[in-house]
């Protein structure tokens, strides 16, 4: 059973060119549902603008969302991997926090996980969107990690939860939602993503997501360009 709100929702990330433009009319039009006042608080929280210039979590979130519109046909489960994109971030609501003068939001990928998933339960019965959703957001930072060679990094756990593939379209768009499009920020966000698939193909010998990555990284190596900067 879905309610109306979900249907309305997934209607317009599945159909819409850009479904940022629903979401914020939704917000100005609706009250009293807890994804919306979940996602109207995105508003107030601030970003580093070293790595977000677009300004506040909900315009990032809202530019990640427009980006994967343009990608979601590669995704294994286009409805999935759009609910992610929305809710990718969730998790900055309560880990947000200026240290030694620097806004950060660690942990905001393990959070986030639990909080989509809290949100999407009083959505919607469909368990297994909604597993799939909380691992996408629960892994779509493992990019980031695995390529600055950081600590967070866990291969292994990974691709025992969520296809490898799924995970680098979603930290694309992650990547691309940071501000006006230029071809140098594209060119760093698909090799960032590129080296992230390649790192973990030797984890992925005979597993079923094999074919799913290389399908994702000729995709970035030859479309990914002419979809992302098309209008």
Same mark, same amino acid.
């Given at each position: 059973m879905y309610s109306k709100l979900f249907k309305d929702i997934s209607q317009h990330l599945m159909e819409d060119d850009q479904p940022s433009r629903f979401i914020k009319r939704l917000l100005r039009e609706q009250e009293g549902n807890v994804l919306i006042?979940? !996602? @109207?608080?995105? $508003?107030?929280?601030?970003?580093?603008?070293?790595?977000?210039?677009?300004? @506040?979590?909900?315009?990032?979130?809202?530019e990640v969302v427009d980006h994967g519109a343009k990608v979601k046909h590669k995704s294994l489960h286009p409805e999935v991997f759009m609910w992610a994109a929305l809710l990718h971030d969730? /998790?900055? !609501? *309560? *880990? *947000?926090?200026?240290r030694k003068g620097r806004i950060t939001a660690y942990g905001h990928d393990e959070k986030g996980a639990i909080l989509a998933k809290k949100l999407l339960d009083v959505l919607t019965e469909d368990k297994v969107l909604i597993q799939e959703v909380e691992s996408l957001v629960r892994w779509h930072m493992q990019p980031f990690f695995v390529v600055k060679d950081l600590p967070? /990094?866990?291969? $292994?756990?990974?691709? /025992?939860d969520v296809s490898v593939g799924e995970v680098a379209l979603l930290s694309l768009c992650d990547r691309m939602g940071r501000g006006p499009l230029t071809k140098q920020n594209m060119e760093e966000a698909i090799i960032m993503e590129i080296t992230f698939l390649?790192?973990?193909?030797?984890?992925?010998h005979h597993h079923n997501h094999e074919k799913h990555l290389e399908d994702i990284k000729n995709y970035l190596n030859n479309h990914a360009r002419h979809h992302l900067s098309s209008k």
């Amino acid at each position: 059973m879905y309610s109306k709100l979900f249907k309305d929702i997934s209607q317009h990330l599945m159909e819409d060119d850009q479904p940022s433009r629903f979401i914020k009319r939704l917000l100005r039009e609706q009250e009293g549902n807890v994804l919306i006042e979940k !996602l @109207s608080r995105l $508003k107030a929280i601030k970003q580093n603008p070293k790595y977000h210039p677009e300004g @506040s979590v909900f315009n990032h979130v809202m530019e990640v969302v427009d980006h994967g519109a343009k990608v979601k046909h590669k995704s294994l489960h286009p409805e999935v991997f759009m609910w992610a994109a929305l809710l990718h971030d969730i /998790g900055k !609501l *309560t *880990t *947000t926090k200026v240290r030694k003068g620097r806004i950060t939001a660690y942990g905001h990928d393990e959070k986030g996980a639990i909080l989509a998933k809290k949100l999407l339960d009083v959505l919607t019965e469909d368990k297994v969107l909604i597993q799939e959703v909380e691992s996408l957001v629960r892994w779509h930072m493992q990019p980031f990690f695995v390529v600055k060679d950081l600590p967070f /990094g866990d291969i $292994k756990a990974m691709i /025992g939860d969520v296809s490898v593939g799924e995970v680098a379209l979603l930290s694309l768009c992650d990547r691309m939602g940071r501000g006006p499009l230029t071809k140098q920020n594209m060119e760093e966000a698909i090799i960032m993503e590129i080296t992230f698939l390649d790192k973990c193909k030797v984890h992925l010998h005979h597993h079923n997501h094999e074919k799913h990555l290389e399908d994702i990284k000729n995709y970035l190596n030859n479309h990914a360009r002419h979809h992302l900067s098309s209008k």
